[in-house]
């Protein structure tokens, strides 16, 4: 088994498993290691997947992030389509897209916060706002990358502004969920988990090598299910860590985690 | 031949204290911020402010001009969180209606089709609708499905940034994204745009790229020449972003009277200054594009 390897690779390419079998939809990661993520989707197993340059344009080859100097001098981006504001919100509307977005909170039911902490009228802290969050999570997949994982992030109740809608019953009246809402998966740097759980609550699915259930559990702010097929979240691939290398030659990775730590207890 | 041209000064004239303004461009994204500039020099206030947010957000808070902010963000991208516009905020410093990207998108086309509302499905499930005060409709077919009537955004005036405009009205968008340009305009009873060039006939300088032409010249009540006119934030593809001033401006927010220090510092001089002190137009001109 290769140990050699960050955590932050190894939550880029757990969460590349979101895009399997997703048919022709657009992978967008938003941030670096989403991006990457989607990127390996499309490289490896997933080549039906649409992704975008982060721009405005559709590409057939996932692009290298950053700047094209340096390792990535005279690199040039080849577009396939147009991927403009206007077509990303047609495209969400449609329902054929799989975000994976990086909140500040999210709470039991999946509600999402990118707004603000504290009171609404005048918050402790203002983030961004609710930017798209309200549209994604009810016309398309939702998937999420947490390298924070602790009670700030995962909180108990509900998130302080909800900006991402959930499976919260109390604001779905006889648990009619619009069409074509999915909440997916949750990667941190402790575990990955899904919505699988009873009456859709969220349940561990995998541990990173040396986290304990009971660790992820006492990081988080309310009750976890545990999946009766729980294992170990695997460890990349030689061909993952290869094509990571060849799309982040600027190591935008290494930021991705305080510390930059190891993938692997044997690797520490 | 009819002249729509005007100095900042006159078109800003157009704006008075209270109204309505919508800001084309997203985020540090061909945002007119020479027009905004202008703002800040002028008396206007309480105005209600409708914009994708950047730096014009930032300052147009952090100056007290704003009455009420309807936005579906603010952020200066590479800088994730604009520090003037944050400080604003968490003081309470103006009405906070923060909506959906596309809810702002909807409401903005429901306001250039003059109609009440638009249907979506965008904010269910959401604290937006409670603290936006917007409410729901029932579909009247068989569906009966429960949908957010998403109302009109109406702009008294648009300001807006172009690559190029003609004394008419005309213009033209070069950036490889329109954003939402087309829609400010549509929904504003005036549109005050402003150009990094202007020509006398854009039939007779640029007809091969009319395609570039994002709303017809009939929104269009005036027209400002703003070489750099968008400067700290990117025109593609004349100039990028600025970062280092991006990065300046938001260290001014660290100071309590940070607004005001960077206003005498940039502002105050006017804008012939506020190029010169940022090097000038020929150097913005080549400012690079990010890659991403």
């Known amino acids: 088994m290769n140990t050699n390897f960050s955590l932050a690779e190894l939550m880029i390419c757990a969460a590349s498993e979101v895009w399997r079998h997703n048919g022709e939809v657009l992978a967008n990661g938003i941030g670096p290691g989403p991006r ?34 340096g390792p990535l001098a005279g690199y040039t981006p080849k577009y396939s389509g147009n991927a403009d504001f206007s077509r990303i919100f047609d495209i969400v509307w449609r329902g054929q897209r799989h975000v994976m977005i990086g909140p500040t909170q999210v709470d039991q039911y999946g509600q999402t916060n990118l707004s ?13 706002g609710v930017r798209g969050l309200p549209g994604n999570s009810i016309n398309h997949k939702n998937s999420f990358f947490m390298p924070n994982h602790s009670k700030r992030s995962f909180v108990s109740g509900e998130v302080d502004m909800v900006s991402g809608a959930g499976y919260n019953p109390k604001r779905w009246p006889n648990e009619h969920y619009p069409i074509g809402m999915e909440l997916n998966t949750i990667i941190t740097n402790l575990c990955v988990m899904n919505f699988g759980g009873e009456n859709r609550a969220i349940q561990v699915i995998s541990l990173h090598p040396g986290v304990t259930f009971d660790q992820v559990q006492s990081e988080t702010g309310f009750n976890l299910a545990k999946s009766t097929e729980i294992c170990e979240t695997p460890a990349p691939t030689k061909e993952q860590l290869e094509i990571i290398q060849y799309l982040d030659p600027h190591q935008f990775r290494n930021s991705i985690i305080k510390g930059n730590p190891p993938g692997s207890a044997k690797s520490a | 031949m009819m002249n729509k041209v005007n100095t ?17 461009g997203w985020g540090p994204r061909r945002k007119p911020m020479a027009l905004v500039r202008e703002i800040l020099r002028s008396s206007l206030k309480d105005l209600t402010v409708v914009t994708y947010g ?71 499930g959401t604290d937006v609708l409670k603290h936006a005060n917007i409410k729901t409709i029932e579909s009247p077919y068989d569906d009966r499905e429960t949908l957010v009537a998403m109302p009109a955004l109406r702009l008294d005036v648009a300001l807006i ?7 008419l009205g005309n213009t033209q968008t070069l950036g490889a994204d329109p954003f939402f340009d ?73 100071h309590d009277d940070g607004y005001k220090q960077y206003y005498q510092a940039y502002i105050d001089g006017g804008e012939a200054a506020y190029l010169e002190k940022n090097g000038g137009v020929e150097k913005i001109n080549k400012l690079a594009l990010p890659a991403f």
Not at chain 1, 49 to 62: G, N, V
Not at chain 2, 8 to 24: F, N, P, Q, R
Not at chain 2, 91 to 116: Q, S, T
Request: charge should be negative; charged fraction near 25%.
């Open chain 1, 36 to 69: 990457l993520a989607a990127s390996i989707a499309k490289l490896t197993h997933s080549p039906e997947l649409m992704m975008t340059d982060s721009e405005a344009r559709l590409i057939e080859e996932p692009v290298p992030l950053g700047p094209k100097s």
């Open chain 1, 116 to 128: 603000c902490v504290g009171s609404y009228e005048k918050p402790k802290t203002a983030i961004l």
């Open chain 2, 8 to 24: 900042t000064t006159e078109a800003i004239g157009l704006i008075k204290d209270g109204m309505t303004i919508g800001v084309g």
């Open chain 2, 54 to 124: 950047g730096p014009d957000a930032g300052l147009l808070c952090a100056a007290g001009k704003v009455k009420e902010l309807i936005y579906g963000f603010v952020s200066l991208d590479a800088i994730p969180l604009e520090a003037h516009w944050r400080k604003a905020r968490e003081a309470g410093g103006f009405k906070a209606v923060e909506l959906d990207e596309g809810m702002l998108h909807w409401g903005l086309r429901a306001a250039g089709m003059r109609l009440p509302f638009l249907p979506t499905r965008c904010g269910l």
């Open chain 2, 161 to 167: 940034h172009v690559t190029r405009a003609d004394r």
């Open chain 2, 182 to 254: 087309d829609l400010f305009a549509r929904a504003a009873d005036a549109t005050i745009v402003s150009c990094d060039e202007l020509v006398d006939r854009m039939d007779q300088a640029y007809s091969a790229d009319a395609d570039k032409n994002l709303f017809e010249r009939s929104l269009v009540k005036s027209v400002v020449h703003t070489p750099c006119g968008a400067h700290p934030t990117i025109s593609a593809p004349n100039y990028g972003w600025d970062m280092s001033h991006l990065k300046e401006y938001s260290g001014f927010a660290e």
